[in-house]
């Protein structure tokens, strides 16, 4: 983020506007809807306050440096360069922050395009850079939203005190909140009546409570693990249960290739831990991770256990679930897309297709405690492989799928980072696939496809399958 979108208090605090023109009217035109005391600053006065007259303290004659004192904000609306930016000049000599009409540069802070459903706002910022798209994505999101969100937001801040008392944890709070605005209720919340509205409220804080009751009377914790896949690293890829799992979380711990466009989609205030590991460093071994999943459920959190591609393809995901279970805290999985589909469908490479795979066979590069993974039969005719881990094993899959049979001029596809912005692609031949890596410098994670659909690539060059030392030469 380039600017912090932050909510600024007004009461009893005065916001000057320096100007009469078109820009400044819009302006005043906002700030009439807050409690901030409003002053003027115009050389001809504004003859036409209309509604306003009585609301606002109008001073007929040039700014001055000493109109900001006491006041909290200003905006600068002259339409004059020079003017405007004697007035952004002064207020910062004098630590006021202002935000000049039109002015990106001048402005200290940035008025969003806001969805005004008292008490509750929405503000869509494009830094200054394109208003008018700001003020479209205002249209339609109050199109969607309807004028009751602000009554439902009024009756939940006057239930928080009650709750308080029958779920003293916050943990118990937040899921009862999420519960609350999920629906679980049934019918429409905006179309009850204040009263009801807060017949229902209790009557859910109740039901919370008695689970909560029933559960420590029978040894439940309460807390509960989500093994979730993150995707290839396109935070777009996301499945809506992932992000609303995210959205939920009390703790997400997460793997090294998880990416931080992903992590953005969860909860600021959740716990992140990260417990990735990478070959040849110093990581969390897995009996640690499926003991931290079992000791935070076990203190009442909702868990997220936060995996790259899918957690039950390569993920180490059955493990974890064996643990869980044996230890008897709750579990479930959200499936993911795992990078074998997503790096090819980004290359426009069909894993399978009626002319040239019938099959296809997702395949790990490497085994639990470095052993090597036996390439006899995976490769035939008509068939795909999709390996996963395969970069520093590069030549044993070379070596060990031409043994067994397989063409040394079989197509292959090196994706490194696929979907991410800084993807690679690198395509050539079986026998070269080590060259390939070596040449090109290629670091986990990358996936490589092999088999003649890898011809079929969006960028497949067309000497991607003569001999490499033509094209080491040249590098």
Known sequence: MRTLPINVRLDGRTVLVVGDGEAAHAKLRLLAKTPARLRVVAPDGWAGLGDWRGRVEVTARAFEPADLAGVALVYAATEDAATDSAVAAAARAAGVPVNVVDRPALCDFITPAIVDRDPLSIAICTNG?????GRRLRARIEAWLPQGFGRLVDNAAGFRDRLKA?????ADRRRFWDRFFDGAAGDDLLALSDDALGARLERLAQTAAAERDQGKAAGEAGGEVLLVGAGPGDPELLTLKAHRALQQADVIIYDRLVSEDVLDYARRDARFVHVGKRAGHPSWGQAAINDLLIREARAGNRVVRLKSGDPFVFGRAGEEVEDLTAAGVAVSVVPGVTAAAGCAAHSLIPLTHRDHASAVTLVTGQLKGGGAQSWRGLYGPG???AVYMGVTTARDIAQGLIADGAPAALPVAIIERGTQAGERRVYGRLVDLPDLVAVHAIESPAMLVIG????????????????????ASNT
């Open 129 to 133: 850079g394109a208003p008018v798209l």
């Open 166 to 170: 029958v779920l003293p944890e916050v």
């Open 383 to 385: 068939r795909t492989l």
């Open 452 to 471: 003649e659909v890898a011809r079929l690539a969006r960028d497949w060059p067309a000497e991607a399958l003569a001999p490499l030392f033509a094209e």
